[in-house]
């Protein structure tokens, strides 16, 4: 089994920053593209960023400029770091990431519990 677990949510004020991290664990024998997503009170789940196994990026318009996505691939572990916070990014993100098992080699999404990012004005 896989899971990803986020940490390093939290409550910042606007123009603050914050650094989030997700680190899968379990029978994992690779990981191909990994990502963030956000859901807002009331809103859909967006894509935020992701970043494929190969370091190439892709992101949100609303973020580009102010988030950096990136990962450890020895650690299983990507990272948020998001700068400029304004309130409209209020929302919980979900780390998200395309795994093969060692007991299944078709990879498949997994997502993380979420973590709540609240950003005051």
């Known amino acids: 089994q896989v899971q990803l677990v986020e940490s390093g949510g939290g409550l910042v004020q606007a123009g603050g920053s914050l650094r989030l991290s997700c680190a899968a664990s379990?029978?994992?024998?690779?990981?191909?593209?990994m990502g963030w997503y956000r859901q807002a009170p009331g809103k859909q789940r967006d894509l935020v960023a992701t970043?494929?196994?190969?370091?190439?990026?892709n992101y949100a318009d609303s973020v580009k400029g102010r988030f950096a996505i990136s990962r450890d691939n020895a650690k299983n572990t990507v990272y948020l770091q998001m700068n400029s916070l304004k309130p409209e990014d209020t929302a919980v993100y979900y780390c998200?990431?395309?795994?093969?098992?060692?007991?299944?080699?078709?990879?498949?999404?997994?997502w993380g519990k979420g973590t709540l990012v609240t950003v005051s004005s």
């Open positions: 379990g029978s994992i024998f690779s990981i191909n593209a």
């Open positions: 998200n990431a395309n795994i093969a098992t060692t007991k299944n080699p078709f990879a498949i999404y997994y």
């Open positions: 970043i494929t196994n190969g370091g190439s990026t």
